[in-house]
């Protein structure tokens, strides 16, 4: 069986096509498969839509470097829980940045 590969080099701020046509091929009870999760997704907002497609479509999410396979309750738990842990750092790197310009 071969399964199709979608791959896509793009700067961070254009449309993602192929993202979007590799969600748009898969089916009821398939598996996507990303080697790492900072490739399929740009913030959290992003892997929350996009984990929230898959799941309307009820469609697994793995991601490989993680060993992270949405399927099972848990890491699904645990795939929101770092989500949350990633939008943490970054509202306090943007506090510290905002600190750092307002005492220059």
Not at 71 to 92: D, N, Q, V, Y
């Amino acid at each position: 069986m071969r399964f199709p590969f979608f791959r896509e080099q793009i700067s961070s701020v254009a449309s993602r096509a192929q993202l979007d046509a590799a969600i748009d091929f898969c089916r009821e009870a398939d598996t996507f498969v990303v080697c790492k999760l900072d490739r399929l997704a740009r913030s959290v907002r992003d892997l929350v839509r996009i984990i929230d497609t898959l799941k309307t479509k009820d469609v697994a999410l793995r991601i490989l470097n993680m060993n992270f396979d949405t399927a099972s309750p848990t890491e699904k738990m645990m795939l929101t829980i770092l989500g949350s842990i990633a939008e943490f750092e970054r509202e306090i790197m943007l506090e510290r940045q905002k600190e750092d310009h307002e005492s220059s």
